[in-house]
């Protein structure tokens, strides 16, 4: 066997790197509708029971979890059409239009199925875990590609750049398609809503296209890497990465930032509906608060963490001021004094979410000094796992809490003690959550400036 060859870092166009993340628009735009509407489209516009509701999300974020782990697997090997197709790209490019096809069946139930308690549970559970099935593959390999393609440290702080300013159209699009079309009281309008979805994100596809393929020198590096490697079992390779202190210290801090925001953004609706009183077009302007407060910050993150070259201490503190600036949702009744806080909240998220991926990053490359083998979906199937584990912490709060306080499912108005558990999980509760996330990191996430060097000597010296 000859020498293992000095892993390629291969330099992209601006282009490359942005054609790469408009699918974070399609991304966040499909996922945060899901967030932010599946759970009242069931309870509040269809009738079904609050608890049920959160049993069918949760059994769809549990079905996730257990999937995305065995695909990140099973992608992480190479196939036949590997060195001509790539490692990743004909996983991303045939799964994503079936999976915002079957987004559609989510908001689309048979009209033989509403009106029954167990149809509208069944048909949550079927229509969710199809859309699971698919979106799987194109998830897993979407975030495992960035990593691998992107190596070089200056390059992944650019890259997460255009990831939050493109993710930050989806997400401004989920806040802002569905308040256009839909109606209160109205189930067909939420189809035509999911429909517009689907038409944004085909178009997304086109963008794309030219940044998802595989570098050829990085494929080739890989084939001839994995011949030399000793082949691990799935259990085996999971109890690897379930062994990572410092990836699991990001997953903790990443999973209660999730369940901080999918609790936020299903808030929004049920605040806007039933506390506030006023129409959809109303959770537009909070939202653009929002956003507002994140696009004027976004700069002063970036400069911040360029002149500290800490990643840790930058996530760490714009995680810290998300969790004060959400508590005081619960105590704030008035719309004005909502868009000033979500201006603040905003001014936080902006320094998180540049972060993910430059910490993400730093933590995949101590996997590959740790292991001497590059994982990258299988880690990416276990992050995925976490935002379910997110997902059924939202789930679960929101029936737990509509089920204690009295929500009345399909009904126009709510009782006082309904009003004041929707005020508790649009403030008070995701605040903790993350205030819990930021402990633990602190207490045992130990990637430090100096230690990321360090891993990024030993992947040159290791040839990885």
């Known amino acids: 066997m000859s020498e293992r060859k000095e892993a390629p870092i291969i ?26 509407l599946i759970f009242f489209f069931y309870e509040a516009e269809l009738g079904l029971n609050s608890l049920l509701a959160g049993l069918g999300i949760a059994i769809y974020a549990i079905y996730d979890a257990f999937n995305d782990p065995i695909v990140g697997y099973l992608t992480d090997r190479p196939f036949k059409w590997t060195k001509k197709w790539g490692r990743r790209f004909p996983f991303i490019a045939v799964f994503f239009i079936p999976m915002i096809f079957c987004f559609l069946l989510v908001f689309s139930p048979p009209t033989t199925v509403q009106g029954s308690q167990l149809g509208l549970f069944g048909w949550l559970v079927f229509s969710t875990c199809l859309f699971d099935t698919i979106e799987s593959f194109f998830t897993v390999n979407y975030w495992a590609l960035g990593p691998d393609k992107y190596r070089d440290q200056g390059e992944r702080r650019t890259l997460s750049t255009f990831e939050v300013y493109l993710g930050f159209i989806g997400v401004i699009l989920s806040f802002v398609v569905p308040p256009m079309i839909i109606d209160f009281g109205s189930v067909g309008s939420y189809a035509i809503m999911a429909w517009v979805c689907v038409g944004i994100s085909f178009g997304v596809w086109f963008l794309m296209y030219a940044g998802i393929r595989d570098d050829p020198e990085t494929v080739e590096h890989f084939l001839v890497s994995y011949e030399k490697q000793e082949k ?81 201490k930058t996530w760490m503190i714009s995680a810290a001021f998300m969790a004060i600036f959400a508590a005081p949702l619960t105590f704030v009744v008035d719309l004005m004094g909502i868009l000033i806080i979500m201006i603040l909240y905003g001014l936080a998220f902006g320094g998180f979410w ?48 509509h089920s204690l306080t009295g929500f009345v499912e399909g009904a126009d108005t709510q009782p006082a003690s309904a009003l004041f558990g929707i005020q508790l999980h649009f403030g008070i509760i995701p605040a903790i959550y993350i205030a819990i996330g930021v402990l633990i990191f602190w207490k045992f996430y130990k990637l430090t400036p100096e230690k990321v060097k360090q891993n990024k000597a030993k992947l040159i010296e290791m040839k990885l």
């Open 11 to 36: 330099l992209h166009s601006k282009m490359n790197m942005a054609s790469f993340n408009s699918a974070s628009i399609a991304i966040e735009l499909i996922q945060g509708v899901l967030s932010i």
């Open 232 to 312: 691990e079992s799935f259990f085996k390779s999971v109890k690897g990465v379930l062994s990572h202190k410092n990836y699991m210290a990001f997953l903790f801090l990443y999973v209660l930032y999730q369940a901080m925001v999918q609790l936020l953004q299903a808030s929004v609706f049920y605040h806007t509906r039933f506390v506030l009183r006023e129409d959809p077009e109303v959770v537009t302007l909070i939202i653009l608060a929002f956003f507002l407060g994140g696009l004027i910050s976004l700069p002063l993150w970036i400069k911040w963490t360029n002149k500290t070259q800490d990643n840790k």
């Open 354 to 401: 540049v972060m993910i991926t430059p910490v993400y990053s730093d933590v995949i490359d101590e996997s590959v000094v740790l292991s001497e083998k590059r994982k990258e979906a299988t880690y990416g199937g276990i992050r995925q796992f976490s935002l379910n584990i997110a997902r059924v912490i939202q789930a679960l709060t929101l029936g737990i809490v």
